[in-house]
């Protein structure tokens, strides 16, 4: 078994077994797949890399894709499965493989996994700190190449970090998203925090619920690494935009459903592409609202992340002025 070792205050060590990096932090593993290598095979093979996409790629994620429904194959020709819902939130189709090189490269260019290993040690640093915890024993970690032109909205990456023990990012780098990547990671590992103290109900999830999840995701990250490396989902917005965009949310906040939630928190544009209800606003309106929720919250009460993350929708919106006036 070969073993690599990263020094790092907290690592314990970390060793490499087939395509994943085994990492020791404290009582928690943290493996991060090896998807350097594993694009290197995908694009080297003509045929079959669906079946690799499915069982090498996305098979140690399965327990995730199981939890939000998503087959690794359907049972049925063209079905949805995780071939599917990859390429709806935005990934590189395994075929695309000029495009595909051009981002592995930029990968290796950016030591993308050691980049994300640092980033995880920096998140279980602060998770250790302030005595918060996971509802997980290990935390499984993996970079996608995304397609570009499907996220140029997102500057090209963005992340999925809702169940807690899974994160995975794609992104295809560019001089904008490469300095934000451990701030994405900062990001989705916070909704692994979140969600470990508070469930999420896909069918009952309200907008004042996203509004917050997503506000204090971003607050987190700008904590461990500054306002400079915020998304552009709560960047984009101009003052009248975001002031105009709160008229129209803070009269929404108890609507429920995921579709609807999303046209709130998506905006039009990504709404219309989802078969969502339109409602009149700038892509990732909700993301932006929530943000400066969560910061209107932490600065009137003087209260820290940390303390953000155990309290619940309601007594955040109550106690801000953004949504109350």
């Given amino acids: 078994m070969h073993r690599i070792i990263f020094f790092t205050k907290l690592l314990t060590f970390t060793r490499r077994q087939g395509l994943s990096f085994f990492i020791e932090v404290k009582s928690m593993q943290i493996i991060i797949e090896d998807t350097v290598k594993q694009y290197d095979q995908l694009f080297s093979i003509a045929e079959g890399r669906e079946d690799y996409f499915r069982y090498t790629m996305m098979k140690p994620f399965k327990q995730m894709w199981d939890s939000i429904n998503v087959p690794l194959k359907a049972k049925q020709y063209d079905g949805y499965d995780v071939l599917v819902a990859t390429k709806m939130l935005g990934y590189l189709d395994v075929l695309e493989t000029e495009l595909g090189r051009q981002g592995l490269t930029q990968f290796k260019e950016l030591h993308i996994l050691e980049t994300a290993q640092q980033a995880l040690n920096n998140c279980v640093t602060y998770l250790n700190k302030n005595q918060l915890h996971l509802k997980a024993d290990r935390l499984r970690f993996g970079a996608y190449l995304a397609d570009p032109d499907k996220l140029k909205l997102q500057r090209g990456y963005c992340g ?137 919250f932490l600065k009137i009460n003087k209260v820290s992340v940390r303390e953000a993350t155990l309290l619940s929708t309601n007594e955040i919106l109550a106690n801000c002025n953004f949504l109350t006036k």
């Fill in 160 to 296: 999925f970090g809702g169940i807690p023990g899974f994160i995975q990012i794609s992104l295809f780098p560019n001089t904008y998203n490469s300095p934000r990547l451990p701030a994405v990671i900062a990001h989705e590992f916070h909704h692994n925090i979140r969600f470990s103290y508070f469930n999420w109900d896909h069918g009952n999830v309200t907008v004042g619920d996203y509004l917050i999840i997503e506000g204090l995701a971003e607050a987190f990250a700008k904590e461990l690494y500054g306002e400079a490396y915020l998304g552009p989902w709560v960047t984009a917005l101009d003052e009248e935009d975001l002031l105009y965009s709160m008229e129209i949310i803070k009269d929404a906040l108890a609507i429920k459903g995921f579709a609807e939630v999303s046209s709130y928190m998506f905006g039009d544009e990504i709404a219309k592409e989802h078969s969502y209800h339109p409602v009149g606003l700038s892509p990732f309106a909700g993301y932006a609202v929530g943000y400066h929720v969560v910061q209107n």
